[in-house]
T-cell receptor, first 117, second 111 residues
Framework: GAVVSQHPSRVICKSGTSVKIECRSL??????MFWYRQFPKQSLMLMAT?????????EQGVEKDKFLINHASLTLSTLTVTSAHPEDSSFYIC?????????????FGPGTRLTVL | SQELEQSPQSLIVQEGKNLTINCTSS?????LYWYKQKYGEGLIFLMM?????EEKSHEKITAKLDEKKQQSSLHITASQPSHAGIYLC???????????FGKGTRLHILP
């Protein structure tokens, strides 16, 4: 099946610094990628929709200036957490939509665990 | 309110037994996904259902979407320790390609 990778898998940073997370579709092109956040023992919450070549669409309550999304190519979307604080510590997962035979399926990356000290 | 309700929240099953997890919505589900997640890890895609009445199977796991496309069930036959994990249902509820997830079902398999 389709493969989506994320880098890094884990990152620890100091409060106030910025962290960039990459999401790549390895064997297919994805015009749309999605970014999710998951707090411990909670469900995934959609943060934003990343569209190649255009601005991301953010869900209500997600600060677009804090969570910068860039979808520079059909295989790469990046999420930058700016001025990270401990409350931003979470598990961030991206997904990429693949189209095949008229059916769209979303494939998820392995996730990135962010810890802000 | 939660747009996708999963039940049960937690399930403990003896190895070899069958089990069913349900995912229910008050709205039409335009694409219903089942994923498995080991805690703190990424999601493993299991199946996607789109048509009312659709049923798909993969190894010992069967998923169904009801005719009204408001409820899906995931059935595991002869459960094994490898089936343990968190099962999440996700669906496109607003027909905008955004998947909304249920809270998940934690499955434990007793040897």
């Amino acid at each position: 099946g389709a493969v989506v990778s994320q880098h890094p898998s884990r990152v620890i940073c100091k409060s106030g610094t910025s962290v960039k997370i990459e999401c790549r579709s390895l064997d297919f092109q994805a015009t749309t990628m999605f970014w999710y956040r998951q707090f411990p023992k909670q469900s995934l919450m959609l943060m934003a929709t990343s569209n190649e070549g255009s601005k991301a669409t953010y869900e209500q309550g997600v600060e677009k200036d804090k969570f910068l999304i860039n979808h520079a190519s059909l295989t790469l979307s990046t999420l930058t957490v700016t001025s990270a604080h401990p409350e931003d510590s979470s598990f961030y997962i991206c997904s990429a939509r693949a189209s095949s035979g008229g059916t769209d399926t979303q494939y998820f990356g392995p996730g990135t665990r962010l810890t802000v000290l | 309110s939660q747009e996708l309700e999963q039940s049960p929240q937690s399930l403990i099953v003896q190895e070899g037994k069958n089990l069913t997890i349900n995912c229910t919505s008050s709205k039409t589900l335009y694409g219903l996904y089942w994923y498995k997640q080991k805690y703190g890890e990424g999601l493993i895609f299991l199946m996607m259902l789109q048509k009312g009445g659709e049923e798909k199977s993969h190894e010992k796991i069967t998923a169904k979407l009801d005719e009204k496309k408001q409820q899906s069930s995931l059935h595991i036959t002869a459960s094994q320790p490898s089936h343990a994990g968190i099962y999440l249902c996700g669906a496109d509820v607003h027909r905008d390609d955004k998947i909304i997830f249920g809270k998940g079902t934690r499955l434990h398999i007793l040897p």
